[in-house]
T-cell receptor, first 113, second 110 residues
């Protein structure tokens, strides 16, 4: 039973570029949440997708957008990259509401130069 | 939004010692999870414990929801226990995303 998988594992971009990160949820899960973890900090909630719609959003600008596909996999897109977007991006999946257990992938480490 | 505070921020112990990590939260919660983040960034689920007590080997956790705190106990520490421990919650009436504390950085010395 595969867990949550994320790709790519590492990514280097320059300021102003756009990036797409991908996540496949754990088998049997239908909800995907994205988090940003800056160095030395705890992860921060970006948004959550369920039934192909954004259900909840944290305090992140519109440059951060996402998508969920019919097979429950998800993408995180970040436009007009800033140096401050350099972070570990984590995807979590759960079954139904987020009060249920969330399981995390290994993350994508994004460096913006 | 809900606030999550973890203590202590840093903890250095000798192998074999016991430790208690604390998580205080400012509102009622629907979900409380403890994670161990390894040096490669992977968040490993330790406990899902919005209330009550659970044990898994050398680890145990207790959440007193009415008093808004949770404790993680690690007994007979091993060097592989080193890393950052996070407490994360989903508030009872708020967003469905997890709100994380800043973590406790645990170092177990041989």
């Amino acid at each position: 039973d595969a867990g949550v998988t994320q790709s790519p594992t590492h990514l280097i971009k320059t300021r102003g570029q756009q990036v797409t990160l991908r996540c496949s949820p754990k088998s049997g899960h239908d909800t995907v949440s994205w988090y940003q973890q800056a160095l030395g900090q705890g992860p921060q909630f970006i948004f959550q997708y369920y039934e192909e719609e954004e259900r909840q959003r944290g305090n992140f600008p519109d440059r951060f957008s996402g998508h969920q596909f019919p097979n429950y996999s998800s993408e995180l897109n970040v436009n007009a990259l800033l140096l401050g977007d350099s972070a570990l991006y984590l995807c979590a999946s759960s079954r139904g509401l987020a009060k249920n257990i969330q399981y995390f992938g290994a993350g994508t480490r994004l460096s913006v130069l | 939004g809900i606030q999550v505070e973890q203590s202590p921020p840093d903890l250095i112990l000798q192998e074999g010692a016991n430790s208690t990590l604390r998580c205080n939260f400012s509102d009622s919660v629907n979900n409380l999870q403890w994670f161990h983040q390894n040096p490669w960034g992977q968040l490993i689920n330790l406990f899902y414990i919005p209330s009550g007590t659970k044990q898994n080997g050398r680890l145990s956790a207790t959440t007193v929801a009415t008093e808004r705190y949770s404790l993680l106990y690690i007994s007979s520490s091993q060097t592989t226990d080193s890393g950052v421990y996070f407490c994360a919650v989903v508030s009872g009436g708020g967003a469905d995303g997890l709100t994380f504390g800043k973590g406790t950085h645990l170092i177990i010395q041989p």
